[in-house]
């Protein structure tokens, strides 16, 4: 194989492995990433790939060569607004808009492409959606307020305990108790008028909906192995979670 033709094979491979693993990392289903992964192979050439993508890792080879590689995947959140732009330099490069080169470039500058929200907006908003969803669920106007300002705190305990500490269920474990010590302390003295419908609303940001509904599309399109790893990590989150609300109750109730 010449020099050339090495490096072109190695271009693809880094290419479609770069896209999947930022597909996979923002919480996108497996199907959807080996799809784009041979996609981008398939249009660049190379019809004959193979690939194989589980929730830690990535493999990628092509039949014609003895090419395989591996790229590890250890972070993982929720961002579909980078699945999308993924999904869209794809569909670029299907239709000759962009070059290899010029996707390569653009899946590596992403964290640039894609747009961020800054840290007091995500826990404004947690707020907003602790508060409505409590309301929604057969909460009272009375316990609004409250429930505002303790799903904003829980969502900060979450998000700087993760990024200090950055040990896997220990945010989720220590946001779900200040979420519960507040509820407590916020019906003692009158604040608010029920433990129950403030906890349920607070404890909505850190629910791993998604994580839990992709696994079960992950195993119904027959990725048995990733379906089972997300679903696993989703049920330790939610146990993180449980678990924090009743180590409180017990504590002091």
Known sequence: MDEKKQSTIQLILDTCLMAGKIMTE??????RVEDTMNRIAENAGQKESVSYVTATGLF???RSSNYTQLENVTERSINLEKVAIVNS???KFAEKEISLEELNLKLANINHEAPTYS???QIVAAGIVSCTLMYIFGGHWHDFVATFFIGMIGFSVAYFTKNWLNIKFLDDFLAAFTIGLLAYLAVRFHLAGN??????GAVMPLVPGVAITNSFRDILAGH?????ARATEAIFVAGSIGIGIAIVFKLFM
């Open 26 to 31: 923002s919480g996108s289903e497996v199907y």
């Open 60 to 62: 990628m080879g092509f």
């Open 89 to 91: 330099l794809s569909r």
């Open 119 to 121: 840290v007091p907006l």
């Open 195 to 200: 433990i129950d419908n403030i906890i349920i």
């Open 224 to 228: 048995l192995l990733s379906g089972t």
